[in-house]
């Protein structure tokens, strides 16, 4: 059987560790892969962050494209995917999808994702939001299959580390594209 594609777009906001624990939820579900684009930004990010390497991240993707590779599988409609996750997606990153400004991998599958109406997931990461901020995710809202979830913390999960908070905002990137968690606690007040 052939598996379920999900791209999944890094860039140079806050949050990197949420996206390692995507990608390792991606592989632990066989019927899932993911083809992950790191930003340079989003490897700079990663050294600031974390104590990983770049490699330490490739090592949970199925595939690897960079961010150059404008003529890549993933900037073509043809290129067969449920969808594309950005975490952590930036401002900057954000604007361009709404102006539908690709001069990048990234921003190029992104914005087939949304003419071609997959899912597109975008873990928007900055603070305080400004107006310009706000008005370009409010639009990008409106439009159907994509959704904007911010790394926003939870505590009715009982969270009892940092650890336990990136891995339920993970849990809910990936949930949009069929993957339930296993440590996946949901609200039933």
Known sequence: MEKKRIIVGATGASGLPILVESLKLIRE??????????????KLTLKYETKWTV???????DHIFHPEQIG?????GSYKTVGMLIVPCSMKTVAGIHSGYADN????????????????VLAARETPLSAIHLRNLQELAMIPGVRIIP?????????????????????????????????YRRWNG
Do not use: W
Request: aromatic share 8%; net charge negative; glycine share 2%.
């Open 151 to 183: 790394p926003m913390m939870t505590f009715y999960n009982l969270p009892e580390s940092i650890d336990d908070m990136i891995y339920h905002i993970a849990a809910k990137l990936v949930e949009p594209f069929g993957i339930e968690a296993k440590e």
């Open 72 to 76: 890549a599988g993933p900037a073509s």
């Open 105 to 120: 991998l990234i921003l190029r599958a992104a914005d087939v994702t949304i003419k071609e109406q997959r899912t597109l």
């Open 55 to 61: 490699e330490d991240v490739e090592q949970y993707a």
């Open 29 to 42: 579900n066989p019927d899932f892969e993911s083809c992950l684009i790191m930003s340079d930004s989003a």
